[in-house]
């Protein structure tokens, strides 16, 4: 098993282009995280999936958007990038049944955006 | 809603010494709690995990930790640092009966080992 894979794992960005990080997880898990990870501010989440089909927001959703089209996948949009969305994002999934599972983390994308 | 708090950001220990790392988290209940570690370059590993039953709580790479309710404390302890433990680490809290059992993380406490 892969685990939770992240594709790109290095993204140079200009402000305002728009690019599309995808999440893959091949243990049939039910949830799927978006997380923001910055210097101080430890992780932050950003977008959440309880199954596919299905979205919500997390804690810091400005300027992001999200698609679970298949269950396997979460992809992680940002439609005009901004500088303050220089990051290191991770992914993260986790099964369905209860709540004390953990969460499985991806290796991160580091993006910058100029 | 959950917090965490992990005041310590730096920390640097010898190699062969004690280490604890200090969690301190607000929830209204009992919480789910974990600990992470991230080495450098890397994604998040669970070290380890309370959710209920005996509050002193074993994990990988020789490390434990405690739970304390009366201190809403959760510090992770190793009796001897090797200096491959040299990474960042993070307290969770998760609450019980939410949706999507989201994890709020704290700030990071990065351990520095010298030889």
Redesign the interface.
């Known amino acids: 098993n892969a685990g939770v894979t992240q594709t790109p794992k290095f993204r140079v960005l200009k402000t305002g282009q728009s690019m599309t990080l995808l999440c893959a997880q091949d243990m049939n898990h039910e949830y799927m995280y978006w997380y923001r990870q910055d210097p101080g501010m430890g992780l932050r989440l950003i977008h959440y999936s309880v199954g596919e089909g299905t979205t919500a927001k997390g804690e810091v959703p400005d300027g992001y958007n999200v698609s679970r089209l298949k269950k396997q996948n979460f992809l992680l949009g940002l439609e005009s990038a901004a500088p303050s969305q220089t990051s290191v994002y991770f992914c993260a999934s986790r099964q369905l049944a209860g709540a004390y599972n953990e969460q499985f983390f991806g290796p991160g994308t580091r993006l910058t955006v100029l | 809603a959950q917090s965490?708090t992990q005041p310590d950001?730096h920390i640097t220990v010898s190699e062969g010494a004690s280490l604890e790392l200090r969690c301190n988290y607000s929830y209204g209940a009992t919480p789910?709690l974990?600990w992470?570690v991230q080495s450098p370059?890397?994604?998040?590993?669970?070290l380890l995990?309370y959710?209920s039953g005996d509050t002193l709580v074993q994990g990988i790479k020789g490390f434990e930790a405690e739970f304390k309710r009366s201190q809403s404390s959760f510090n992770l302890r190793k009796p001897s640092v090797h200096w491959s433990d040299a990474a960042e680490y993070?307290c969770a809290v998760?609450?019980?009966?939410?949706?999507?059992?989201?994890?709020t993380?704290?700030?990071?406490t990065r351990l520095q080992v010298t030889l």
């Open positions: 965490v950001i789910y974990f992470y370059g890397q994604g998040l590993q669970l995990k959710f993070f998760g609450a019980r009966g939410g949706t999507a059992s989201k994890l993380f704290g700030t990071g």
